[in-house]
């Protein structure tokens, strides 16, 4: 019979503080760029998620992001008051809601342009070991999800 190895127990061998910890770090390494740009991190994640396709839905922005919509509607309106997006109700189905980049949300893109090369200074590491990093995330996060779907 095999033995199994004992499992971590202190803090500081837990995966679930290593994640948290670091999340806590990125964001706070973020923040004075991102303060620069009038955003707070999430507002910079659905900047982000904007500028890659523009007029989406809130549904579609919430699943993107891994938000419940009822999470991303306080945060859009607050980009919305800035004047960066504007919330769009659809024409055949009003039950949709669409944002879409305002002019000022679109030329924000060529300010933030610098912050992930900005971010890769910090972290002091080789972009390949960061998107390795990134794809064993990823594949984590997709793991977690699929045993939470059970």
């Given at each position: 019979m095999?033995?199994?190895p004992a499992?971590p127990?202190?803090?500081?061998?837990?995966?679930?503080?290593?994640?948290?910890s670091?999340s806590?770090?990125m964001?706070k390494?973020?923040?004075?760029?991102?303060?620069?740009?009038?955003?707070t991190?999430?507002?910079?994640?659905?900047?982000?998620v904007?500028?890659?396709?523009?007029?989406?839905?809130?549904?579609?922005m919430?699943?993107?992001?891994?938000?419940?919509?009822?999470?991303?509607?306080?945060?859009l309106?607050?980009?919305?008051?800035?004047g960066?997006?504007?919330?769009?109700?659809?024409v055949d189905?009003e039950?949709?809601?669409?944002?879409r980049?305002t002019?000022?949300?679109?030329?924000l893109?060529?300010q933030?342009r610098?912050?992930?090369?900005?971010?890769?200074?910090?972290?002091?590491?080789t972009?390949?070991?960061?998107?390795?990093l990134?794809?064993?995330?990823?594949?984590?996060r997709?793991?977690?999800?699929?045993?939470?779907d059970?």
């Amino acid at each position: 019979m095999t033995q199994r190895p004992a499992l971590p127990f202190t803090l500081d061998e837990q995966l679930c503080f290593a994640l948290y910890s670091t999340s806590l770090a990125m964001t706070k390494a973020y923040k004075p760029l991102l303060d620069k740009l009038s955003l707070t991190y999430p507002q910079y994640l659905t900047m982000l998620v904007l500028w890659e396709s523009d007029d989406v839905t809130v549904k579609d922005m919430a699943a993107r992001l891994n938000l419940d919509p009822a999470t991303v509607t306080p945060l859009l309106k607050r980009l919305e008051a800035q004047g960066l997006l504007e919330r769009v109700r659809g024409v055949d189905d009003e039950r949709l809601v669409y944002i879409r980049l305002t002019k000022a949300g679109a030329s924000l893109k060529r300010q933030a342009r610098e912050v992930p090369a900005q971010i890769l200074c910090a972290t002091q590491q080789t972009p390949e070991f960061l998107l390795a990093l990134r794809d064993d995330l990823t594949r984590l996060r997709a793991t977690l999800n699929d045993y939470m779907d059970l």
